[in-house]
């Protein structure tokens, strides 16, 4: 086993090497699937470090008045619908089509939600919508980029998700939604340079130290996604969302990554 971890890992070395630095930047986790069986022994340091610059200016929309954003008549046991942000409920990203992430809580009377990203202006660049999981969990949304422009360098947006309850009296009816924000940059020479012989296992920590959020968080699930019950893993994940002090931090550790909603029906 551990010579098959060796040629595995010299393998994805030598293959991610190859790569342009604008490949590895379009397409961070490409090479992480090599790694089915990753070593107990392995540990990564995954300590968010939150970029040196403000957040955006928040702006007003529907997801901040009346209830409690994320709260919702048809959503159960007292959680809510959660986006899996930092604390500031906005993060960066250096990919033009970015993977965003959400907590679906357990619920009843509901079977659809949509998605929008809209611009410092409040326009809508891309929005859709998709069935929900039959179970809670972690589902991904990805851009895409036959449907979708890419996020423009340096400026700010917001996206939402909102899930639509089945009820007797629609007009009235309280769906529970949440917004975060998001920022695409162009990364620093530093940062070059770091991801030009990165490895699948150091992506994480690599961006995660760089404060870009988005996409640290994007190849931990991707390691998280092909090896579910690796501790070291487990213990990763656990310390990237209590380093970045997110809310509902506990219910996001424990929740499982689904397969699901990344098509348009």
């Known amino acids: 086993m551990k010579y098959l ?12 090497k190859l790569w342009s630095i ?16 990753i070593s107990s022994s392995w540990k990564i340091s995954q300590t968010y470090k939150p970029p040196d610059r403000g957040a955006p200016p928040s702006t007003e929309s529907p997801a901040t008045r009346g209830p409690s954003p994320g709260s919702g008549e048809c959503l159960l046991e007292n959680k809510k619908l959660t986006l899996l942000l930092p604390e500031t409920k906005w993060g960066l990203t250096i990919s033009k089509y970015p993977t965003l992430y959400v907590y679906i809580p357990p619920y009843e009377n509901a079977q659809e939600a949509e998605f929008f990203i809209r611009d410092s202006e409040q326009n809508d660049v891309y929005n859709h919508v998709f069935k929900l999981p039959e179970k809670s969990g972690i589902i991904r949304i990805k851009l895409p980029p036959e449907k979708s422009p890419p996020l423009e360098v340096g400026k700010n947006y917001s996206w939402e998700v909102k899930i639509s309850c089945i009820s007797e009296f629609p007009a009235t009816s309280v769906n529970p939604s949440v917004e975060g924000k998001i920022k695409r940059i162009l990364p620093e020479q530093s940062l070059y340079n770091k991801l030009a012989g990165v490895t699948p296992l150091s992506l994480p920590t690599v961006y995660a130290s760089q404060g870009i959020w988005y996409d640290a968080l994007e190849s931990m699930v991707e390691l998280r996604r092909l090896n579910p019950d690796n501790p070291e893993l487990i213990n990763d994940w656990e310390e990237l969302f209590n380093s970045a002090n997110s809310k509902a931090k506990e219910e996001l550790i424990q929740a499982p990554i689904l397969d699901c909603c990344q098509k348009e029906d």
């Open 5 to 16: 971890l060796l040629i595995a890992s010299l393998s994805v070395t030598t293959l991610i």
């Open 22 to 37: 604008s490949a590895v930047l379009e397409r961070p986790v490409l090479a992480i699937t090599t790694f089915r069986n």
